[in-house]
């Protein structure tokens, strides 16, 4: 779990996060969404102190990482996987060397034993017959999956992903989706993900921070966006009109087949299978 305590950053005069509170929750995929310029990679660099806070406290499970010295941080670094923002693979390498990298910078262990982890890895996100490829041999779906499995190899604690799917069409997007899910409730990873991606809000959204002008406007679920009256996040969500009528549809449905009874009285596991229906 990660905490944001009114943490608030200013580049010269312009304040870019005016007093941030959230909770990344782990185990969970937790996304930062919001227009372009509204603060979400800032906010991602001071979680993985990449950029220093001017006040404000950042705990990754109950210890302030904001008050560490860098000497401390690397502990809690090691314990961090990112996915960046168009994968910066080393174009030089191949998808196995690039697995490899982080585990000749930081792991132990002999030569055999990281080859073994990174072909789990690259099994994990189906890449094995391309572990000879070079970045420039494999399409943009294949280098974020190469990106994923360099991300985990040293089994991190806390994943981050800014814009994992920027340059990707819908299904593979959709897989990418579905492959950081998997391996988050997999190994109880504390997952951040930037995003401006409507599917992925719809389909991994468990918890959703949606950040406006460099302050967190609305915080909830994917299922809570349908019913949200907060008239920033629908202008955000529901821009064309085609999906504002879908929202209202949506509503409309809800109320007509009685599933509002039982979003009432049951849990959040009974309400997920009754919308599967
Ligand atoms: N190092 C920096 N120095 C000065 N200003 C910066 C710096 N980094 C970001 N900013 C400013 O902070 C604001 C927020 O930028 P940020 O990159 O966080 O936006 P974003 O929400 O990630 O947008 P996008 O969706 O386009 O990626 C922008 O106005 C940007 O110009
Ligand atoms: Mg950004």
């Not at 959230?22 to 603060?39: D, H, P, R």
């Not at 800014?162 to 997999?186: A, F, H, M, V, Y």
């Not at 409507?198 to 966006?225: A, C, F, L, P, R």
């Amino acid at each position: 779990m990660i905490e944001l305590q009114d943490i608030r950053k200013s580049f010269g005069d312009k304040e870019i996060l005016k007093g941030v509170s959230a909770v990344m929750e782990s185990g969970k995929v937790n996304l930062i969404i919001g227009s372009s310029g509204s603060g979400k990679t800032v906010m991602m660099k001071c979680m993985v102190g990449l950029i220093e806070v001017d006040a404000g406290i950042i705990k990754y499970d109950g210890q302030n990482f904001t008050g560490m010295d860098n000497h401390q941080r690397k502990e809690i670094r090691q314990k961090i996987g990112m996915l960046f923002q168009g994968s910066a693979l080393f174009d030089s390498m191949t998808v196995e060397q690039n697995v490899m990298f982080p585990l000749d910078m930081f792991g132990t262990g002999s030569y055999r034993e990281k080859k073994k982890r990174v072909d789990e890895c690259l099994e994990r996100v189906n890449l094995r017959d391309a572990a000879k490829k070079f970045p420039a041999e494999i399409s943009g779906g294949m280098k974020k999956r190469v990106g994923i499995a360099r991300a985990i190899v040293l089994n991190p604690k806390y994943l981050f992903c800014d814009e994992p799917n920027s340059g990707l069409d819908p299904q593979t997007s959709l897989l990418i989706d579905q492959l950081i899910k998997e391996l988050t409730q997999e190994y109880n990873i504390t997952t951040v993900i930037n995003t401006h991606d409507m599917n992925t809000v719809m389909e991994s959204g468990d918890n959703i921070v949606y950040m406006y002008k460099g302050q967190k406007q609305w915080e909830g679920t994917n299922k809570d966006i349908v019913f949200s009256k907060d008239q920033l996040l629908n202008d955000f969500i529901f821009a064309s009109e085609f999906l504002r009528e879908a929202k209202e549809m949506r509503q409309t449905d809800f109320f007509r087949s009685g599933k509002w009874r039982e979003s009432l009285g049951n849990g959040g596991e009974e309400k997920k299978g009754a919308e599967k229906k």
